[in-house]
Structures are given as C-alpha cells and as structure tokens.
C-alpha cells in the first residue's frame, strides 16, 4: 500500500509565498503521474497542477504564471510553489499519485491533505 503524506501548508497572506511537498512511500513499482488538486469551501474539488514522470506539466489557468510543479523521481516525491498567492487560493491541497503497482495495472493514491490559507 502507498502513502502520500503532504507537508508545507500555512498561513500567509496575500502576495506571499508557500511551497508544498508530497513524498510516496510503500510498496510500488513506480508512480506515473502526479499532482496537486484543491477544495475549497462548499466547492467540489479541483486540479491545479500536475506533472507526468517525464516532467511534462499542466496548470489550471487561475494558477498560471504563479504556481510551479516539480518532481524528484529519486524521492517519489512532488512539489508545489506557490507565489504570490491570493485569497481564493485557500484551500485544502490534495496531493495525487498515479501509482502503478506492478506490471499491468495502476491506481490513483491520495494524500490526506494540507490547508492554505490566504488573508487578505
């Protein structure tokens, strides 16, 4: 079984910065994709960035040019920097792992995630 344990969430305010982290630990062959998702308040939850294990990435256009995603395949693990950050980011950050377990099949694994808050 995989873990996704997330750290880095906080308190800061607008036009600030946070970075987070998410490290993969377990049994597993690999882990394809990874990412970042965010929910917010009464709002269904939502991707803001990922990265496939080539290092190709994708944002949501609200993050744009102010978040950044990486990935160290040695450590299993993904980050998220985040700059300057606004209200409406505040959110519960969700870490996910395409984990591919063995030949021939693949699961999606979830972080328990890390809260961002933003003041205005």
């Known amino acids: 079984q995989v873990q996704l344990v997330e750290s880095g969430g906080g308190f800061v305010q607008a036009g600030g910065s946070l970075r987070l982290s998410c490290a993969a630990s377990?049994?597993?062959?690999?882990?394809?994709?990874m990412g970042w998702y965010r929910q917010a308040p009464g709002k269904q939850r939502e991707l803001v960035a990922d990265?496939?294990?080539?290092?190709?990435?994708n944002y949501a256009d609200s993050v744009k040019g102010r978040f950044t995603v990486s990935r160290d395949n040695a450590k299993n693990t993904v980050y998220l920097q985040m700059n300057s950050l606004k209200p409406e980011d505040t959110a519960v950050y969700y870490c996910?792992?395409?984990?591919?377990?063995?030949?021939?099949?693949?699961?999606?694994?979830w972080g328990q995630g890390t809260q961002v808050t933003v003041s205005s």
């Open positions: 996910n792992g395409r984990v591919v377990p063995g030949v021939g099949s693949e699961y999606d694994s």
């Open positions: 377990g049994r597993f062959f690999s882990i394809n994709g």
């Open positions: 990265i496939t294990r080539g290092g190709r990435t």
